[in-house]
């Protein structure tokens, strides 16, 4: 059917339709209701909106909750140490890591018999970095070289007693 034809065809059903349509009861009564008792749709607005109530403030709630929840996980969370402060730290940190695994490895023998004295050479070189730290907390560079000497001392005592070619 194309639309010539369906606007044609809906003409005419609606140009056939019974225009003096009367419902089928009497009407008057309920809208005579409606106008004398104006009140009355109040009442039912505020029963409704009192039965709502509950659901509001926990919808309410929800959202408020999710948005704390949201707003917390979106701060950044920043401990702002200063030079010596990190330096501290991340000496503990190097001191508690580096003491786990000369206890992890106590009992298996070192491949090397020098190795101690290349870890106290390192240990030496931490102790300069630290003094020249202490002139100038914030210097990356420098704060980049501790952390190397660090990594080397924990990788120099992981080769020594647990080399890869032994894993296999």
């Known amino acids: 059917m194309n639309k010539l034809n369906f ?3 809906l003409r005419e059903q609606l140009e056939s339709l019974n225009k003096e349509k009367q419902p089928d009861r009497d009407l008057w009564a309920g809208i005579e209701i409606a106008l004398t008792n104006e009140d009355a749709p109040n009442d039912m607005a505020h029963e409704v909106a009192a039965n709502n109530r509950p659901r509001i403030y926990a919808v309410a709630a929800s959202i408020l909750l ?8 979106l701060k950044p969370v920043s401990q ?6 990190l330096i501290a730290a991340l000496s503990s940190q190097h001191q508690q890591q580096k003491n786990a695994l000369l206890v ?10 020098n190795w101690e004295s290349q870890l106290g050479e390192l240990d030496e ?3 300069a970095i630290k003094a020249a ?3 100038d907390p914030n210097n990356v560079a420098l704060l980049k070289m501790l952390q190397s000497v660090h990594q080397q001392q924990i990788d120099l005592i992981e080769r020594v007693h647990a080399p890869k070619w032994r894993q296999l």
């Open 104 to 113: 992890k490895f106590q009992d298996q023998p070192a491949l090397t018999q």
């Open 7 to 9: 606007e044609t065809d």
């Open 80 to 85: 702002n140490f200063n030079g010596t402060e």
């Open 125 to 127: 070189a931490a102790i």
């Open 133 to 135: 730290l202490k002139q």
């Open 66 to 73: 999710v948005g704390v929840l949201s707003w917390n996980a």
